[in-house]
């Protein structure tokens, strides 16, 4: 079709408790305006071993100074893409809200999105616990996923050998952190600049 935007095919090793991934979220999607992107999410717990009623960020063991500083631009970061980010204080245990993103990529691509930014939303800005299940259905049943569907996101054996299949991945690729994009032959990793994301796509169609 004439003037057809090229198709991109994306794959992200993401977290929704990473705040830097919703920043990357956020820089990734704006591509959209170049390309049909086909973005597949690949969820990788960064603290599995966070209980889901959540825990003071502190006893995550980071030190002060390498937190402070990690703040620091996160929240220049988030000012420029427009996210409103509260006081990041608290975390909890990522699994349940993993499994219920896995689930909804059943529901389309336009309620898969709408909980994709939701859970992002929920936790940043507005301090909910996305370990506690009453709390996540709630979320799903904002952005328009099925009762069957959210059901199923803690009950089909699928979506928990799709997590650990990201996780196989990630470690054939030696991904350890997220944010990471794999476009093409190249990982990024980290929030990293709109212009790198732009530069690896463009090399991705001259590699062929």
């Not at 004439?2 to 979220?25: N, Q, R």
């Amino acid at each position: 079709m004439l003037g057809a935007k090229p198709e991109l095919k994306v794959s992200v090793f993401s977290d929704y408790i990473c705040p830097f991934c919703y920043i990357g979220s956020r820089r990734l999607l704006r591509l959209d305006a170049d390309f049909d992107l086909k973005v597949s999410w690949c969820g990788l717990e960064i603290h599995p071993e966070t209980p889901a009623a959540g825990m003071p960020i502190a006893e995550l063991g980071y030190p002060a100074e390498q937190w402070s500083q990690m703040m620091a631009v996160l929240e220049e970061m988030a000012t420029a893409e427009g996210i409103d980010f509260s006081s990041h204080d608290f975390t909890t245990n990522s699994r349940k809200a993993l499994l219920l993103s896995e689930a909804a990529k059943h529901a389309g691509r336009e309620h898969f999105y709408a909980l994709h930014e939701r859970l992002f939303s929920a936790f940043f800005t507005e301090r909910q616990n996305l370990g506690d299940e009453p709390v996540l259905r709630a979320l799903a049943r904002e952005s328009g996923v099925g009762d069957e569907i959210i059901e199923s996101a803690w009950r089909d054996p699928g979506h928990e050998t799709r997590l650990k299949l990201n996780l196989q991945w990630a470690v054939a690729l030696g991904v350890n952190s997220t944010p990471s994009y794999v476009i093409g032959t190249d990982v990024l990793v980290g929030a990293v600049p709109l212009e790198d994301l732009r530069a690896a796509a463009e090399k991705a169609f001259q590699d062929g």
